[in-house]
C-alpha cells in the first residue's frame, strides 16, 4: 500500500478539500477578530457591566457556547478574556479552566457547522446508504440528542456555575483556597500564560466596532448556515466561513486597514490553524488505512456471535473514551473507531439509518470528548489551561471527577438506550 499512496488517496478527494477550506478560513477569522482588537473590545464591553462571582461564571458558560466555531479559540477567547474578572471576584483558575475546556469540544461537537461536525460527517460518507456530504450531515444532525456526554457536559457547567449544583472534590478546595486565602492558584504551582500565544495585536489606530468587528462576522455565519439548511438540507459551513472571512476583510478595509496587513493577518491565521489541519489530514489517512485493512468487516466477524444492538452504543461510547484518553486527540480516535463501530451498526441495522446507528454515531463522538477531557495530553485541555493561565496538571485534576461522574452516567443512559433496540 505504501504511505505517501495512502496520503494521495484519503487527502486528494474532493471531501478533503472542503473540511481543508473550511479550517483555514476558521483559521483567518480568527486572526481578524484578533487584529481588529474585536477580542479586547469585547472584553471591556463585558467588564463595564455589573458583575457578581456567579454572574462571571454563568458569562464565562454563555460566552464558551457562543464561541461555538473553534474549539482551539473557544478555551483561549473565554480564558484570555474573562480572566481579569475572573481573578477580581477570587475565581480560581482551575475552576476558569474546566468553565473554558468544557464549554469548547463539547459545544462544538453539538453544533452541525463546525470542524468537528464536518470531521464526523465525513468519516460517515460511503456507509450503509450515505452517499454524500448531504445524507452525513443529515444523518449526524439526528444523532446530535443522543450524545449524552457533551449534552451533559454543557449542562453541569451551567448548573455548577449557577450554584445550582455545588463544587465537589479538588475543584472544592480549589475553590475555597481561592475564596478564603486570595490564592487563584496553589502554592508551586506552573500556570500556563495565554497572553504568550496571542501573538496577532490590535491595528493601530483602527477604531473597533464590537458589531461589525464580531458580532456581525459571527451572525453571518450563523445566519448564512442556517439559511442553507433550509434551502439545500446541507448547512454549508465552509463557505458560511468563506463569506464571513471575505465581510470581516471588507470591514477592516473600510477601517482604514491597508491590504497587505489584511493579506498579513490572513496568512497568520492559516499558520495558526496548521497543526488542526495536520492532525485532520492524519485522521483522514487512518480512516482509509483502516478501509483498506478491511477493520471493520474483521470486527464484524469476531464479534457477531456475541456482540448485540444493546450494548453496542455503551461499548462504542467507552472504547473511544479509552483511545482519546491515551493519545490526547478525538479527531484520531473518531478515524479509528467511525469506521469500526458505525459499520457494526449498520450490520444490525439491516443498512439501514435507525436509531441504533444514530446513537452509535453519537456515542463515538461524545466518547471522543470524554476521552479528551479527561486526558492531560489532550490539546484542548492544554489551551483551557493556558487560557485561564491555570497549572495544566491541576486542571486536569480538578476536572477529572465532573468528566468521570458524567461518563458514567452516560454509560448507563446508552445501556437504557439499548434496551430499546
Not at 279 to 286: E, K, N, V
Amino acid at each position: 500500500l505504501g504511505f505517501p499512496n495512502l496520503l494521495v488517496g484519503a487527502l486528494g478527494n474532493e471531501d478533503f478539500s472542503w473540511i481543508f477550506l473550511l479550517e483555514l478560513f476558521i483559521g483567518i477569522l480568527i486572526a481578524f477578530f484578533q487584529r481588529t482588537g474585536a477580542i479586547l473590545n469585547f472584553s471591556q464591553f463585558i467588564e463595564n457591566r455589573k458583575m457578581t462571582r456567579k454572574r462571571v461564571q454563568l458569562i464565562s458558560w454563555f460566552m464558551g457556547m457562543f464561541v461555538y466555531f473553534s474549539d482551539y479559540f473557544s478555551p483561549l477567547f473565554v480564558g484570555s478574556t474573562m480572566r481579569a474578572l475572573s481573578d477580581r471576584f477570587n475565581i480560581s483558575r482551575e475552576k476558569l479552566a474546566y468553565i473554558c475546556d468544557s464549554t469548547s469540544a463539547p459545544v462544538s461537537i453539538l453544533v452541525p457547522i463546525t470542524g468537528w461536525a464536518v470531521l464526523v460527517a465525513g468519516l460517515i460518507i460511503g456507509m450503509g446508504p450515505i452517499e454524500d456530504a448531504g445524507d452525513a450531515t443529515t444523518a449526524f444532525i439526528i444523532s446530535i440528542p443522543f450524545n449524552i456526554y457533551s449534552i451533559l457536559a454543557v449542562v453541569m457547567v451551567g448548573l455548577i456555575a449557577s450554584g445550582i449544583l455545588p463544587d465537589f472534590g479538588p475543584m472544592r478546595v480549589a475553590e475555597e483556597r481561592a475564596m478564603k486565602e486570595g490564592k487563584l492558584v496553589r502554592d508551586g504551582a506552573q500556570p500556563l500564560m495565554g497572553d504568550e500565544l496571542t501573538s496577532i495585536d490590535p491595528f493601530p489606530g483602527i477604531k473597533t466596532s464590537l458589531f461589525w468587528n464580531f458580532l456581525f462576522p459571527v451572525l453571518l455565519v450563523i445566519g448564512f448556515a442556517l439559511i442553507s439548511v433550509f434551502l439545500t438540507g446541507s448547512a454549508r459551513p465552509m463557505e458560511s466561513f468563506l463569506l464571513a472571512s471575505v465581510m470581516a476583510a471588507t470591514v477592516m478595509r473600510v477601517q482604514g486597514v491597508p491590504l497587505f496587513e489584511i493579506t498579513n493577518t490572513a496568512m497568520a491565521g492559516i499558520k495558526g490553524i496548521m497543526p488542526a489541519v495536520i492532525i485532520l489530514a492524519f485522521a483522514y489517512a487512518l480512516n482509509d488505512l483502516s478501509a483498506a485493512l478491511n477493520t471493520a468487516q474483521y470486527i464484524i466477524s469476531v464479534t457477531e456471535s456475541w456482540l448485540t444492538p444493546s450494548v453496542l452504543p455503551m461499548l462504542a461510547f467507552l472504547i473511544t473514551g479509552f483511545v482519546a484518553f491515551s493519545t490526547g486527540t478525538s479527531w484520531g480516535t473518531y478515524a479509528i473507531m467511525i469506521p469500526i463501530a458505525v459499520p457494526l451498526a449498520f450490520s444490525f441495522s439491516g443498512n439501514e439509518l435507525d436509531t441504533v446507528v444514530y446513537a452509535t454515531i453519537a456515542a463515538v463522538s461524545g466518547g471522543g470528548v470524554f476521552g479528551d477531557h479527561c486526558s492531560p495530553l489532550s490539546d484542548t485541555s492544554i489551551l483551557a489551561s493556558t487560557g485561564a493561565a491555570s497549572d495544566h496538571i491541576d486542571h486536569v485534576k480538578t476536572q477529572l471527577p465532573y468528566a468521570a461522574i458524567i461518563g458514567g452516567i452516560s454509560v448507563l443512559l446508552y445501556l437504557l438506550v439499548g434496551s430499546a433496540f
